[in-house]
């Protein structure tokens, strides 16, 4: 069955120009910021407000939300697809990374902060650095130019996780959906085993990725040229800097944070394929990446405060395509809720197990 394109009420015509409908709605994740803020600048239960947005209040209102399956028309998607205005909101969300950053560093010097404050800030900046770090950066790394791709790199810095760059972008498209891929999980693997088995492998593979590439230029492996030694040179010298102006303890909470957004990327990896296994079709080669090898969620919210990255099937198949314009897959197989509330689901893995192996079982 085919999925008919039909003219969704986030697109009016093209006279609006640059901010239509479509690119107000793709603000969202500007609430993040705000959330984050209002974390950094509170006191009490009120450091949490972000963590109760995000774990409770979006999980159950997409309980109740129903699905938005549309796709844009041709021209719809012609028009998007040519509007810098999304481009623009991309840029101004990695710009803004730095002030919400020093403000988190201040902010944790106050010591009046109870044990409680601290660990909600945390948490705020944690969610921070994977929503609008992470996932920012996985956007932009997409893109080719030079400028989109430095945008890329700084923003996967607040997370102290650029080499994402290498491992995602000439590994996990590459070999997804296959024991090859870190970041896969496989069938019956639980999420807190996967979060170690990914975080030390994606990151041993982009060495080996990077290795790679600098021997093929007839370049050194333990040279500047490696773009993993320049990498780890950046990040040094940034943590090297909160080190020196803020001291170990505040580093300490940063890094902390950076964790939770690297374990929440983690997470977000975990859920999107969970179980699924690309044909092989020769000693070393496997069918193409199809939708079917990539769990999607059409659930809005989530869809519009991740930048569209729930519509997963299609980023793989397609993964030069922008955010914006990410389609629905009649054959992707479907979670049955938003990210946020896949993600508690895959925290009692019990739980994952008896709703998604019935799933992978009844499509395969």
Known sequence: MSVQQTRPLTILPKRLALFNTGVMMHITPF???????????????????PMILTWIIIPVAELFIAPDERNLSSAEEEHATHNKAYDYILYMMVLLQLPVLLLFLYSMQDETLSWMEKTGRITAMGLFCGTCGINVGHELGHRVNPFEQGLAKASLLISLYMHNLIEHNRGHHKYVGTHQDPSTARYGEGLYRFWLRCTVY??????KIANKETRKKGQPVLGIRNEMIQMHLIEGVY???????????????????ALMGILLLQSVGYIEHYGLIRKQTGSQTFERVLPVHSWDSHHIIGRLLLLEVARHSDHHYMASRKYQVLRYHDTAPRMPTGYPGMILLALVPPAWFYVMNRRICKAG
Do not use: D
């Not at 994606?202 to 060495?207: C, D, G, N, P, R």
């Not at 943590?239 to 944070?257: D, K, N, R, S, W």
């Open 239 to 257: 943590v090297a800097a909160i080190l020196c102006f803020f001291g170990p303890l505040i580093l300490t909470y940063y890094i902390l944070a």
């Open 31 to 49: 609430v993040i910021y705000a959330g984050t803020i209002f974390s950094l600048t509170s006191r009490g239960w009120l450091c949490f407000v």
């Open 202 to 207: 994606t990151y041993l593979h982009a060495w």
